[in-house]
Every structure is written in structure tokens, then in C-alpha cells.
């Protein structure tokens, strides 16, 4: 950690004596290292150190003249919970087209940490000294090249993001109250961005909410040597970034980053791991990037959101389903249930939403099943298994209850099931004369076509992943057979399901 603290003060020295001389690694290496230094002890959202984090980058932009977009101040205050110590840093870069700078692409990083937690600093210097630094000297490239720019791009260091993305949040609704929302024709989120080299690339998530993404982004036409990994949409229920207020309100957004590979909220994010290199490269991307959407003269909205960010779900959902069941064997007229034996099964799953709330999902699965069944030549003995393949299809009405990240689900309908396999098995307690009979084929013959009642619950976390607990009850007696007492399938079953889309 002290070395840290030299390397850190050696650098702001030393950029002082060069001055605008510096080359954009060195300031970058600076910006890191101060904002990461144990001094700012992880940059807690609203602490003392935050401020003093944030004096820094205002000291930078208004060292190399970025204006501020309100009241002749950077800072933006929010309230969380009745407290008023949090402060976005907000500027402007104008465009000049006549009609496009009156639109805005957005780019921004949050600036804040963990802070100090049981007496170890986590000093983030991955998450987001890295992203801060990023978005500090593309603002430096774009105003270099001010003049060519159309849109007017507004420049982000958000706080409060680790504490629930308050920071973007505040200043999505501000914009929206002074309908200025509307006019955001794109959102970057600038995240995690200072691991290149061990990741190997860079990952743009919710390229799908932009027309001609592939085009826009292209690494050789705007001259870069990075390679970009595309994702069309943000998927993860576990990770959001300030893009979120944002794309919810309907604004095509991209999340930037060099992914997990650094250690993560963890006491080791440090400013010596920083691949510097890298994050020089995708500082000139990302300011090739904003400069090229600045100045699109088409439509940027594809119209496309993220599941995750939409509040109305996909039409139609498919997922691969797996999981076990439970199966026993019902005796009504002796009012006897036999014993449970484990199976398995695995399928497909399809869902049709009618709103939030209401969904219809059926299940296509192949299922085996195991279950006792008492020995007619020792009615004492349950040494009989009756095993069956089948394919059995539940259809049932769901309602839902929560929101995109943890929703609950109540589940009722009825189910089909075609046996193409059944048969009696013997063990080594069976009766001989049970077994015999079995052998020569006077066993019991199953009914191909069973069906009944099914219900369940279960919960999604993101809507991609869903785990479930269903049961079912047979309402066709399980056997073709007259002469032996009436007998019924019953199955419980927990399966998790995975969402293609």
C-alpha cells in the first residue's frame, strides 16, 4: 500500500512539472493511482473521501476547460434517505450542428467504492478509478476535437452507484423532468475497464438496442487496434451498471468493460494491477466511439431493450429444463399410497406471456419414473418397481409476482402423459410366484394415456433462470387391467430451467 501512496504522489508531481506535456497514459496512470491511493481509504459514496475524490476530477475538468452543464457548477446533488452529501459531477461538451447539438450522447463512470470494511481498504482501482480515468481523457480528445462534432456529448462521474446506481438514477430523472430525457440518443456506462490484457478484449453490452451496431462500432474503420466482444443485450441478474436508470426509461445504452478478471470488490483491486497499456487503448476507443455516434446522421434506437430492462416481458419465452421427480402409487379404494422412489427428467420449457402477471407455460419432457408396488403374492412386501418412460406435458396458468431480478410464481392447470415404456421389475425379495407370472407375461399392463391435475410454484431470478417445484395427480386409473384395484399415479418434481430467450 505505501508503495502505492509514492508511486501515486510521484506521478501528480511529476505531471505537474509536465503539465499538458504528459502523454494520455501518464495522466491516466495518475488519475488511477490518486483516486485508488489508501489516502482516499475506497472512496465510501458520501464519505469525506468521496468529496475529496471528487475534488480531484473536478480540478482536472476544469483544468482542461470542460464546461459545466448546470449553474456553473460540476456538481449535481442528490438526496438519499434524507441525507444531501452525495454529488454527481456533471459537464458538457456542445456540438455545432444546428439541429443535432440540441441531442446527447452520455458518457459516464461512477467514482465511488466500498470504502474501509473490517479495517482492510478496498480501493477500486479497477472498479471504477478506471472507468473515472477513462471518461476524464476521452472528454480531453473530444474537446480537442470540438469542433467536429454535431451532438453535444455530456460527461458523467456518478456516485452512489455501489450503494444501488443512485448517482445515474438522480440524474435520469432529473433530465427527465426538464424533458431533456428524450434528447439522449445514446448512454455509455464506462465500468471496470482496467484489466484489457488479461481479458482479452473489450465487452459492449446492448449493442442490440442500436441500429447498425456492427457498423458503428467497428474497430478498423475508426482506426483502433482493440478487439470488442458484442453482447446485444445486458442479461445478468447478479450485475447492473449506471446504464440502468437509463435504458428503463427506453434509452439505447451501452456497458463497457473489461469484465471480472480483476479482483473484483475485493481488498486487492489495486492501482499496481492496472494493465495501463490497455486502458490507453480503450480510452482512444471509446473516444472514437463517442465521437462517431455524436455525428450519425441516422437513427441510433433500434427500439430493442434488454428483457432485463423492459417492463413489459418478451411475447414468448423458451428454456432447457432438468431436474428429478418423485413418483408414487395411489390405492383410493384401500385408501394406501405406496412408497416414493426417485427419477429423473429433462425437456423443454415454453411460455406465452400475457402481461407482468400471467403467463401460460407448458413443458415438453421425457420423464422416468420409479414406484413401489406392493406384491400380490405378499401384500406385505412393496418389492415390485414399476418403472416408466414417458412423455408428459404439463400445461399450466402462472401468475407472477415480483420484479425482474427476483420474481415468485403460483402455477395450476393439468397435464398429458404418453407412456411408451412401462413395465415391472423385480428385486431380489419379489416373490417367486410374482416373479414367475411376470416373467411368463401376466404382469400388469399400464395405460399409454394418463393425465390429471398439476400445480406448482417456483422462482425466476432475471427471467433466465427459473427453479420450480410442481406436483401432479392422476385422474385415469394407471392400469388397463379390471381385475386389479384401481390405481393412480402420483409425481412431485423440482427442475431448474434456463432460458434461451
Not at 419414473?369 to 399450466?396: C, G, K
Request: with cysteine; proline share 4%; charged share 20%.
Amino acid at each position: 500500500m505505501k508503495r502505492t501512496l509514492i508511486i501515486a504522489t510521484a506521478l501528480l508531481l511529476m505531471s505537474n512539472a509536465m503539465g499538458q506535456n504528459s502523454t494520455q497514459r501518464q495522466r491516466l496512470e495518475q488519475h488511477v493511482y490518486t483516486l485508488a491511493a489508501d489516502s482516499l481509504q475506497g472512496r465510501r459514496a458520501g464519505s469525506l473521501d468521496a468529496h475529496r475524490a471528487a475534488n480531484y476530477i473536478t480540478r482536472q475538468w476544469r483544468a482542461m476547460g470542460l464546461k459545466p452543464l448546470w449553474n456553473n457548477d460540476y456538481r449535481m446533488p442528490f438526496e438519499l434517505s434524507g441525507k444531501s452529501e452525495y454529488n454527481n459531477l456533471i459537464a458538457i461538451i456542445e456540438g455545432n450542428d444546428p439541429v443535432l447539438k440540441n441531442e446527447f450522447i452520455v458518457i459516464g463512470g461512477h467514482y465511488d467504492h466500498l470504502g474501509v470494511r473490517k479495517g482492510k481498504i478496498y480501493n477500486g482501482a479497477d472498479d471504477n478509478a478506471s472507468g473515472t480515468a477513462c471518461v476524464t481523457e476521452v472528454a480531453r480528445q473530444l474537446l480537442a476535437r470540438q469542433g467536429e462534432l454535431k451532438r453535444s456529448v455530456i460527461i458523467c462521474a456518478f456516485d452512489a452507484e455501489e450503494i444501488g446506481l443512485h448517482g445515474s438514477t438522480a440524474l435520469a430523472q432529473k433530465m427527465e423532468e426538464l424533458n431533456l430525457l428524450g434528447r439522449v440518443k445514446l448512454m455509455m456506462s464506462v465500468d471496470m475497464v482496467g484489466w484489457l490484457k488479461q481479458s482479452g478484449s473489450l465487452t459492449l453490452e446492448g449493442t442490440g438496442t442500436l441500429l447498425n451496431s456492427d457498423q458503428l462500432t467497428d474497430t478498423k474503420s475508426l482506426g483502433i487496434p482493440i478487439k470488442i466482444t458484442s453482447k446485444r443485450f445486458e442479461t445478468s441478474p447478479f450485475g447492473a451498471t449506471d446504464t440502468e436508470p437509463f435504458a428503463k426509461k427506453g434509452v439505447p445504452t451501452l456497458a463497457v468493460t473489461t469484465g471480472l478478471k480483476s479482483p473484483y470488490h475485493k481488498p486487492e483491486d489495486d492501482a499496481d494491477l492496472i494493465d495501463y497499456k490497455g486502458l490507453d487503448l480503450v480510452t482512444d476507443y471509446m473516444a472514437a466511439l463517442t465521437l462517431r455516434v455524436a455525428n450519425h446522421q441516422g437513427t441510433l434506437a433500434s427500439g430493442k431493450l434488454s428483457p432485463k430492462h423492459s417492463s413489459n416481458p418478451l411475447p414468448f419465452n423458451l428454456g432447457l429444463s432438468l431436474g428429478f421427480n418423485s413418483a408414487w402409487l395411489r390405492f383410493p379404494e384401500a385408501a394406501f399410497s405406496g412408497k416414493s422412489l426417485i427419477g429423473g427428467e429433462a425437456g423443454l420449457a415454453l411460455q406465452c406471456n400475457f402481461s407482468k402477471h400471467f403467463s401460460l407455460h407448458a413443458d415438453v419432457l421425457y420423464a422416468y419414473t420409479r414406484s413401489p408396488y406392493p406384491d400380490p403374492s405378499d401384500i406385505y412386501h412393496s418389492s415390485l418397481r414399476l418403472h416408466q418412460q414417458s412423455v408428459t406435458v404439463p400445461l399450466m396458468l402462472r401468475y407472477y409476482a415480483g420484479d425482474y431480478y427476483a420474481s415468485f410464481y403460483l402455477a395450476f392447470g393439468g397435464y398429458y402423459s404418453y407412456g411408451f415404456d412401462n413395465a415391472f421389475r423385480t428385486t431380489s425379495t419379489t416373490h417367486p410366484a410374482t416373479a414367475a407370472a411376470i416373467a411368463s407375461g401376466n404382469g400388469q399392463h399400464c395405460t399409454a394415456h394418463q393425465y390429471g391435475i398439476t400445480w406448482g410454484f417456483g422462482f425466476d431470478i432475471g427471467k433466465q433462470w427459473e427453479f420450480g417445484f410442481t406436483a401432479g395427480y392422476q385422474l385415469n386409473p394407471l392400469f388397463v387391467s379390471t381385475n386389479m384395484p384401481r390405481t393412480f399415479n402420483t409425481f412431485s418434481s423440482c427442475k431448474l430451467t434456463y432460458y434461451l430467450f
